[in-house]
């Protein structure tokens, strides 16, 4: 099968994660800059060359104070460790259009096997380039502690301040390189 380049438009694509704060509700948050290399035949995505990387000083929470301290030592250590990255290693098809993509997921220096669950969104055609577009989404649960990221600290009513787990979702649009 012949694979096709797909160019990320970061414009429309979002890269996120939820984490439990304070034992009570969540802290989202996402990655303003990010790129991607994605090779791929739509039809079947199970001999797909998938990597992306991400700018860790991109991070936005909406609260600068919370975004400076999770770049700092405490967390992602961006001076030291400024890029997450994520390379497919295996895809299998689970329908028509979900597949697990599976591959090494590196945050801080450490790099563990994660294992995404995606979609292929659809198709179609854009009315002002005319070009081909398609659409992924996907997510996974990290252990933030499996990477290094085990600042924490204990609230009064028990618990402490952010969980372990670690929700990461995907929404990308890609354009076919012509």
Known sequence: MTKTIWNVDTIHSEIGF????MMIS???????????????NLDDLTDSKVEVTIDVNSIDTRNKDRDDHLLS???FDAENHP????????????????YDITGDLTIRGTTKPVTLDAVIE????????GNMVAGF?????INRK???LTWNAAVETGGVLVGEEVKIHFEIEAHKQA
């Open 146 to 148: 499996d990477f290094g």
């Open 73 to 75: 030592a405490d967390f």
């Open 122 to 129: 659809g198709q179609s055609k854009d009315p002002m380039s």
């Open 83 to 98: 890029n997450i990255t994520f390379a497919a290693s295996s895809i299998t098809k689970k329908s028509s259009t979900n």
């Open 26 to 40: 969540k802290a989202k948050g996402s990655f303003n800059d990010f790129n991607a290399v994605i090779e791929a």
């Open 18 to 21: 939820s984490v439990k704060h």
């Open 137 to 141: 989404s996907g997510e996974t649960t």
